[in-house]
């Protein structure tokens, strides 16, 4: 029989750990990607391929298809009909979800990071209303100074803003990093959800895995910039 020993401590985000790992995941805007992602549920499955280099048109691309699933297809259509599909490779708003403390279980290995979602600027109010519905908890390799994924359920149906029922909600993305400037990028995420209301229930219970994907900036002076800040960041501290 093993036994599992965890320390608890509070941890401000604002120094230390996890401000290293929180400016990791902070990608300057002028950071692009080029990826493919397949989308995947249990009747079919999509694989798309992004580049914000080719012409409009032929950026957001279906190179694969399995299966027949209206739904996974409105998640994929609605997906390459954002202005920056790549957007969603870049947690860029973890440090506004975290707040100014999260609760950690020092497991060994990894640590749990336990927090409240704080509402961010790229939340809706239906994101805010959720969340404050939601259990939260982070992954983070002390080692490295990296999160490797984040996780958000719903404990229990609730009622929703409107009216209806949210019954079920679960998210999680896994986080990797990059080689060339030491970035965290999602590399995976899952959504199941179920939401309730009269005569309608609304489903979407789907996984995405970028199976590849190259990372760059929108010019090379833009890069320069970006690196002679980074070098110009360390020395500072």
């Given at each position: 029989?093993?036994?599992?020993?965890?320390?608890?401590?509070?941890?401000?985000?604002?120094?230390?750990?996890?401000?290293?790992?929180?400016?990791?995941?902070?990608?300057?805007?002028?950071l692009?990607a080029?990826?493919?992602?397949?989308?995947?549920?249990?009747?079919?499955?999509?694989?798309?391929?992004?580049?914000?280099?080719?012409?409009?048109?032929?950026?957001?691309?279906?190179?694969?298809a399995?299966?027949?699933?209206g739904?996974l297809?409105?998640?994929?259509?609605?997906w390459?009909?954002?202005?920056?599909?790549d957007?969603?490779?870049?947690?860029?708003?973890?440090r506004?979800?975290?707040?100014?403390?999260?609760?950690?279980?020092d497991?060994?290995p990894?640590?749990?990071?336990?927090?409240?979602h704080?509402?961010?600027?790229?939340?809706?109010?239906?994101?805010?209303?959720a969340?404050?519905?939601?259990?939260?908890?982070?992954w983070?390799?002390?080692?490295?100074?990296?999160?490797?994924?984040?996780?958000?359920?719903?404990?229990r149906?609730?009622?929703?803003p409107?009216?209806g029922?949210?019954?079920?909600?679960?998210?999680s993305y896994?986080?990797?990093?990059?080689s060339?400037?030491?970035?965290?990028?999602?590399?995976?995420f899952e959504?199941?959800?179920?939401?309730?209301?009269?005569?309608?229930t609304?489903r979407q219970?789907?996984k995405?895995?970028?199976?590849?994907?190259?990372?760059?900036?929108?010019?090379?002076?833009?890069?320069?910039h970006f690196?002679?800040?980074?070098?110009?960041d360390?020395?500072d501290r």
């Amino acid at each position: 029989m093993s036994l599992l020993l965890s320390f608890a401590f509070p941890l401000m985000t604002g120094s230390g750990p996890m401000d290293n790992a929180l400016r990791a995941t902070e990608a300057p805007d002028s950071l692009r990607a080029a990826f493919t992602v397949e989308m995947t549920s249990a009747k079919a499955s999509r694989t798309y391929a992004f580049d914000p280099r080719e012409p409009t048109g032929r950026q957001w691309r279906l190179i694969l298809a399995d299966g027949e699933d209206g739904d996974l297809d409105q998640a994929g259509a609605a997906w390459g009909a954002e202005i920056a599909p790549d957007g969603r490779l870049f947690p860029d708003d973890l440090r506004a979800s975290f707040g100014e403390t999260v609760y950690v279980d020092d497991l060994g290995p990894a640590w749990r990071l336990k927090f409240h979602h704080a509402p961010s600027a790229n939340d809706t109010a239906l994101d805010v209303w959720a969340t404050q519905r939601l259990q939260a908890q982070a992954w983070m390799e002390p080692v490295t100074g990296r999160f490797l994924r984040i996780d958000y359920a719903l404990p229990r149906p609730v009622r929703g803003p409107k009216g209806g029922r949210l019954t079920k909600f679960k998210q999680s993305y896994l986080l990797e990093t990059e080689s060339v400037w030491g970035l965290t990028y999602v590399s995976q995420f899952e959504l199941n959800f179920e939401a309730k209301a009269a005569f309608q229930t609304i489903r979407q219970n789907y996984k995405a895995v970028v199976t590849e994907a190259t990372f760059f900036f929108a010019s090379s002076e833009l890069e320069q910039h970006f690196v002679s800040a980074s070098v110009s960041d360390v020395s500072d501290r």
